[in-house]
């Protein structure tokens, strides 16, 4: 109804208004005719009274102006007739809106969309009651965050400064709910994991802490509601359902609450199980080993009242203890409280760090965009420099001339906000359905909402001030009687006006942008080329995990070999080995070691801290690493022989001092037992491709079963025809086996894709700073040369060479672009070195990166510049001069 | 004369209000009138007259009407509210006060 009432009173003010402009006209009329009269009873004849009345009266349209400014229209009513003016005004010049609005929509929409991930990811709290008192727990100065199942425990009983703390683990099951088995990601967590955070069942209940009560002995599981939706259709019925979870039977709870996804902002697992099942779930029991850390993470609400410090004292005290009694599995132990949701500093901390970076580029855009409107707002005033001094000659004062000004400049951002913020809505949408690296359930969640409304009309309006206070010296410098009699406003061609520097700025802008762009793409390229200690080419894998379909202990090796067995036979294919784990895969188990003549073997002796591998025979064979002393493992290598390994270069180094000593040299494991070093392989990236060289060890899968199995096989011609024979040898092996096929190239994907995603987004903003600038220098130079017609039309007329026309013409724009160029330059390499944290091998003093930044420079101002060269040399003195 | 009416607001709202209160007028008439009992001595450019005129109405001390002048055309005529009849009073007072204090200082200097 009240929107009713106020169309109603808007259309009475209307209609009012009309009627009230009606009248005056009216009124003033009968004034003059009055006078008139008088006049013409004075003697004169009527057309002459009527015409001087008429001078009498005055400006007609200057006292209208102001009865209607004295009667008093609402502050609404003059700011909707400056609106439809402003309106008007860019509906005549429509390449100039067009223009305009485009640049701040794409200005706008970039921040948008960086901000949205940002809000989505970093700001935006878990969906838990109460999330601002969540914490979870970092150990070390490494600030690692996973722990063990018995430090856990002891964290949990003995501290005073939380309410409960829980923990939870990621893992992939198989499931088989009666058909159609399949894998899942889940999560192992402790039995008080939603009492601790306050979840509330949407259907059927929870498992509580009551329910562990020993390994093994809580085989019940918890929906998401995704989940629920996807896989089981809503059914209501599913409650007390018995499901087959890596063919242990398990029951069906109850289901999560929509909005509850788990305590990982970016990881949406399937459902929750218990932890103390872990046997079952991932064909393992590690839970009463205090020094495996496995991804345990641990969490929970501080007591009302503790603060931060407080509880980290108190957590220390808890590690010192820890330290003492448990001095080898236990190395230091501080703690220190972080924000849960992104796994702390292992993807927080680049992530927030990433972000910042891309928010201040993108806020450097929108700065480059209002530089770019503020020089073509200019130009645009300077152009109707006439008009506004008629204004001003006629009595508008000059602060409504800005006003008017200022609404066009609002106008316009408010359109390319809207327009900007559309896309960057589109673009989100897509982010958060987007599923980046198929065999991992890692989304990102940046549903917008009202933040990112609230900064898109921010950014608008912010810009429009900015752009918009260009001009407003100008106008208020303006000499009416000047500007009329010369025809525009004379300036002083050597002087350096606000428009020089703008573009300056812009360009200098463009450069860091095109900089970072360019030593991102440099990193990347030799991030592909660097040395990975395997051969992705040619190979296919087959990545399965044997706990899903049962199998543990000693029909591990015994089904591995089988695997082996059977694809070695397939035609085309020239070896295979198998690993537990793929390097480059989400990081690398690590373990430390020690020399064999270290009697004391808690981790602050140890002779360094190695990645450990599991593999068959062949593997290396498979993987194209290349041996480099010794031998490989072979199959005599069983669980009844000598405890030996393979080691890399590094390994060797560390461990032994030099390569040479290491063949048949003895080192020893956390546990005391001694295993014999019967070769050396060469060193190549484990964890991520941004590392530097570190010792690995590889055990064989007899001596050192597990139940990850990734069989590499070495094709002789193209992997993918391989791809359906191996797929129905496996099915033949077992068919309640899951399992997924494809190439190690398609697998480093994701080890890529940090990188990839990085430079992507630095190029894209990069290729918008270029076209932000050429826009930019293509505005100025061909205003220039539009202004200056008549002289170069003189000057061609007194017989200068094009060289000289174009020097006069273009040079201001030319010597802009240098000295941008060069700033820009000089502020992008200091900037890349934020970069290089980021992007592998980002070296920004490259050579090759700073030729191709003046390159790129350089083609962008001879791109920009052809066209009004083209117009400076084609202009005729003879018509020209005729002209004016 | 623009000069003057933009210098001296105050002083032509009160003449006006003094014109219109010998009774209504329109427009032109309020013009004639003012020109009537200054004497003629003050001039005022006839546009300046309306925004004037526009203010006082907005300030609630004239009211306006439609009607038929003298002449027989349809003018809209100005007259005095109650609240325009005690501002008339109220400055009328304090301009006679500030023109007696000014008098005064420039009749003891003029000696």
Redesign the interface.
């Known amino acids: 109804m009240k929107l009713l009432e106020s169309l109603r009173s808007r259309i009475a003010t209307l209609s009012q208004r009309s009627r009230m402009n009606a009248?005056l006209e009216?009124?003033?009329r009968?004034?003059i005719?009055?006078?008139a009269?008088d006049l013409e009873r004075s003697g004169l004849a009527r057309p002459e009274a009527e015409r001087r009345a008429r001078i009498?009266?005055?400006?007609?349209v200057?006292?209208k102006e102001?009865?209607r400014?004295?009667?008093?229209g609402t502050l609404i009513e003059s700011l909707w007739m400056d609106l439809r003016f402003a309106a008007r005004m860019l509906r005549k010049s429509p390449g100039f809106t067009a223009v305009a609005v485009v640049t701040l929509a794409v200005a706008i929409g970039a921040n948008a969309v960086v901000f949205g991930v940002l809000d989505g990811l970093v700001l935006r709290p878990l969906h838990v009651p109460h999330a601002q008192s969540l914490y979870g727990i970092e150990r070390g100065n490494d600030k690692a965050v996973n722990h063990s199942y018995p430090d856990y425990l002891d964290l949990r009983d003995r501290n005073r400064s939380f309410e409960d703390l829980a923990a939870y683990n990621v893992a992939s099951v198989g499931l088989d709910t009666g058909h159609n088995p399949s894998g899942a990601w889940v999560f192992e967590v402790t039995g008080n994991y939603f009492d601790a955070l306050g979840v509330q069942p949407y259907l059927g209940r929870f498992f509580h802490g009551a329910d562990e009560r020993g390994p093994n002995s809580a085989p019940y599981i918890v929906l998401t509601y995704a989940f629920w939706h996807t896989r089981f259709q809503d059914d209501r019925g599913v409650v007390g359902r018995i499901v087959q979870v890596n063919k242990h039977p398990f029951t069906i709870l109850g289901v999560a609450p929509p909005e509850f996804r788990g305590t990982l902002a970016f990881v949406f697992p399937e459902f929750w199980v218990p932890l103390v099942n872990q046997e079952q779930v991932e064909g393992l029991n590690v839970l009463n080993q205090r020094g495996n850390r496995g991804l345990l993470m641990v969490m929970g609400h501080l007591k009302p009242g503790v603060t931060n410090s407080q509880a980290v004292a108190d957590l220390n005290s808890i590690g010192s203890f820890l330290e003492k009694a448990y001095p080898k599995d236990d190395g230091q132990m501080s703690f220190s409280l972080m924000r849960p949701g992104l796994a702390g500093d292992w993807l927080g901390a680049p992530l927030r760090a990433f972000l910042s970076g891309l928010m201040l580029l993108a806020g450097l855009i929108l700065l480059a965009a209002c530089a770019n409107l503020g020089s073509l707002f200019a130009a645009r005033a300077a152009d109707r420099s006439r008009e506004i001094a008629v204004r001003l000659a006629v009595g508008s004062g000059p602060m409504r001339i800005l006003r008017q000004l200022f609404t066009e400049a609002v106008l316009i951002s408010l359109i390319g906000g809207a327009v900007g913020l559309w896309g960057s809505m589109v673009l989100l949408h897509g982010l958060s359905i987007w599923e980046p690296l198929p065999t991992a359930p890692i989304h990102i969640p940046v549903n917008p909402d009202a933040n990112i409304y609230g900064v898109a009309l921010l950014l608008s309006l912010a810009s429009a001030f900015l752009f918009g206070a260009v001009p407003v010296r100008q106008v208020l410098r303006t000499d009416p009687y000047q500007v009329i009699k010369s025809g525009s406003t004379a300036t002083a061609p050597r002087r350096i006006t606000v428009r020089d520097l703008l573009l300056v700025m812009q360009i200098a802008i463009c450069a860091v942008l095109v900089t970072s762009s360019l030593v991102a793409v440099r990193g990347l390229l030799r991030s592909l080329h660097s040395n990975f200690g395997f051969e992705p080419g040619k190979a296919m894998l087959v990545e399965t995990a044997l706990s899903m379909a049962g199998y543990s202990g000693e029909a591990l090796p015994v089904m591995q070999k089988r695997m082996i067995d059977a694809l070695e036979t397939l035609p085309g294919v020239k070896s295979v080995g198998l690993v537990d784990r793929l390097p480059l895969f989400y990081g690398a188990n690590g373990t430390h070691v020690f020399t064999d003549k270290t009697t004391d073997l808690r981790p602050a002796n140890a002779a360094a801290e190695t990645v450990v591998y599991n593999i068959s025979p062949e593997y290396f064979d498979a993987a194209g690493t290349t041996l480099l002393a010794g031998r490989t493992l072979s199959w005599h290598d069983d669980k009844d022989a000598p405890r030996v390994a393979v080691v890399n270069r590094e390994f060797a180094g560390k461990v032994f001092g030099s390569a040479t000593n290491a063949t048949g040299g003895y080192y020893k494991r956390p546990d005391g037992s001694r295993i014999q070093v019967v070769g050396i392989v060469e060193d190549g990236k484990y964890g991520s491709l941004a590392e530097d060289p570190q010792p690995a060890m590889f055990l064989s899968i007899l001596q050192s079963p597990s139940s990850q199995a990734c069989l590499v096989v070495r094709s002789s011609g193209d992997p993918q025809q391989l791809a359906a024979a191996i797929k129905t040898t496996v099915q033949d092996l077992d068919a309640g086996l899951p399992f997924t096929v494809r190439t190690w190239n398609q697998e480093l994907e994701s080890a890529l894709f940090p990188s990839r995603m990085a430079t992507l987004t630095l190029g894209v903003l990069g290729a918008f700073g270029a076209l932000l600038s050429i826009t930019g220098i293509f505005g100025m130079a061909a205003y220039s040369v539009s202004k200056r017609k008549k002289e170069l039309g003189i000057r061609m007329a007194l017989g200068a060479q094009s060289r000289e026309v174009l020097q006069a013409a273009l040079g201001r724009a030319l010597k802009l672009l240098a000295i941008g160029s060069a700033a820009g330059l000089l502020l992008g390499i200091l900037a890349s070195r934020v970069l290089a944290s980021i992007v592998y091998q980002a070296t920004p003093r490259d050579p090759l990166v700073l030729t191709g930044v003046v390159l790129a420079m350089m083609l962008l101002g001879l791109l920009a510049t052809w066209i009004p060269a083209q117009r400076a040399l084609s202009v005729d003195p003879t018509i020209l001069l005729r002209e004016e | 004369?623009t000069d003057q009416a933009q210098l001296l607001p105050g002083t032509l709202d009160l003449l006006i209000l003094r014109a219109v209160s010998l009774g209504p007028l329109?427009?032109?008439?309020v013009l004639l009138r003012i020109g009537q009992i200054s004497g003629n001595a003050l001039l005022i450019?006839?546009?300046?007259l309306?925004?004037?005129l526009?203010?006082l109405?907005?300030q609630g001390l004239l009211k306006t009407s439609w009607g038929t002048?003298e002449?027989n055309?349809?003018?809209?005529f100005y007259e005095l509210t109650i609240a325009g009849r005690r501002r008339l009073r109220q400055e009328t007072a304090n301009w006679n006060r500030l023109v007696s204090a000014i008098g005064a200082a420039l009749g003891a200097q003029s000696l």
């Open positions: 009248e009216e009124e003033l009968s004034h005719q009055h006078r009269d009498e009266f005055g400006g007609q200057r006292y102001e009865c400014e004295a009667a008093g | 004369m329109h427009g032109y008439g450019e006839q546009g300046a309306y925004p004037g526009f203010r109405v907005r002048s002449n055309r349809r003018a809209k």
